[in-house]
């Protein structure tokens, strides 16, 4: 893998060719159309969690940086200290886990945290200095259950910060997280805005107002204005994955990332074969196979697996398979998956040859596959499917 400063450009001689290429001015462009769409008072906050989301955090986080991004949202210490050492200097916020012994570190590092409790608060403080102090979100549960103080807590909380109850500690946001904000009939929408809005009171009836209020991610960001405030957390639309409502006209953002690899096999096989783990496949008819050096272990989904076998005993295939592009035209993926390997039935695309490039993820002419269709496929959520390209898959960068 390369040195986190020096980001690929095209795919080394000697790797497997087996690689995820990333437009980084889609990446760009896409950030540019949420901030068009959440309007000049509200800023965007590049969610670069998960290596983001799969399209690899150094090179994401660098270039949106150049480009003037302001913030940026992580999960985890390790991945906030990671975008300090590639020298991003802008807002770091850790929106996902806290643990007391990283205090220490994350001011060191000047990484923001996200606090949802009394103890977290008191740890940080414990670890702060007036010159060195922690730089904290308060978050509150408004409906998602999952982290924040409680709502009701909200009046003494801020009481307590105004008479210097954590006086090493700077107060930079107040948060919470929308939990159905890509249904915008969804009464727990108004619910949890209503109750954020008691939380912004009572600080400002002590005279708090921290620098930034937010609580939207993407969808948040593109369908309910009221719930901008003054920062959007926008992860799966900064990779062109953007919720779509009918309602809404699109924000234009498009997929950064496409997934490849090269024909590694190829062998005309007989009628009657059986092909791979449990046999799961058997040609029908005289074919041409293709074996491709991606897997499971790549995030190619075990679950794509595909059986033409009926009753096949084994469990766990699909009845129709998943496809992928070469030469232009869509071949189906057959058999099983394996860790490192599968099959592309290509008896019906001419002319194909080892090294051959084929296209899992991305478009080609008219044709595209996307993360919302290997999705689909697989009953989960585009999300999961970029975060699931495995890290032996290299990152190739387009400027
Ligand atoms: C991951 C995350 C986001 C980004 O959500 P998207 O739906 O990808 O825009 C926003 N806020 C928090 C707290 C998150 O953990």
Same mark, same amino acid.
């Given at each position: 893998m390369a040195s986190p400063l020096r980001l690929l450009r095209q795919l080394p001689v000697e790797a497997r060719p087996t690689w995820a290429e990333i437009s980084l001015p889609q990446v760009l462009k896409n950030f540019q159309a949420i901030q068009r769409r959440v309007g000049n008072d509200c800023e965007v906050m590049a969610v670069v969690k998960a290596n983001a989301y799969g399209h690899g955090a150094v090179a994401v986080s660098r270039y949106l940086a150049l480009h003037g991004?302001?913030?940026?949202?992580v999960a985890t210490l390790e991945e906030a200290v990671e975008l300090r050492r590639v020298g991003i200097r802008a807002n770091v916020v850790?929106?996902?886990?806290?643990?007391p012994p990283?205090?220490?570190?994350a001011i060191e590092h000047r990484i923001q945290v996200t606090v949802s409790s009394i103890q977290h608060l008191n740890a940080l403080n414990?670890?702060?200095?007036?010159k060195a102090p922690a730089v904290v979100h308060l978050k509150f549960d408004t409906g998602m259950g999952r982290m924040g103080f409680s709502c009701e807590e909200a009046e003494g909380l801020a009481r307590r910060w105004a008479r210097g109850g954590w006086k090493h500690l700077v107060l930079q946001g107040l948060c919470s997280h929308l939990a159905s904000a890509e249904d915008l009939e969804c009464v727990q929408n108004r619910m949890q805005s209503t109750k954020f809005q008691r939380v912004r009171a009572a600080f400002e009836t002590v005279g708090i107002d921290p620098p930034v209020r937010h609580l939207a991610n993407s969808a948040g960001g593109a369908f309910h204005p009221s719930l901008r405030q003054d920062l959007v957390r926008a992860g799966i639309a900064l990779y062109g994955y953007e919720p779509r409502? *009918?309602?809404f006209r699109p924000m234009g953002t498009g997929p950064a990332l496409s997934l490849r690899t090269r024909v590694l096999h190829i062998r005309p096989v007989p009628r009657n074969t059986w092909l791979g783990?449990?046999?799961?496949?058997?040609t029908r008819r005289r074919s041409v196979v293709v074996t491709l050096p991606i897997g499971y272990a790549d995030g190619f989904n075990r679950?794509?697996?595909?059986?033409?076998?009926?009753?096949?005993?084994? *469990?766990?295939?699909?009845?129709?398979p998943m496809r992928a592009i070469i030469r232009g035209e869509l071949a189906p993926v057959i058999g099983r998956v394996s860790m490192d390997l599968i099959f592309l039935d290509v008896t019906d695309v001419k002319g194909v040859r080892v090294g051959d490039e084929v296209i899992l993820l991305g478009c080609s002419g008219s044709l595209a596959i996307t993360a919302a269709d290997w999705a689909a496929y697989l009953g989960t959520i585009p999300y999961e499917v970029l975060c699931g390209i495995g890290s032996r898959v290299y990152r190739v960068y387009k400027e």
């Open positions: 991004a302001r913030w940026f949202g850790m929106l996902g886990t806290f643990f990283q205090a220490k570190s414990r670890a702060s200095s007036r409502i *009918e309602k783990y449990q046999g799961t496949f058997v679950r794509f697996s595909f059986s033409n076998r009926a009753p096949c005993r084994t *469990e766990n295939v699909q009845s129709r």
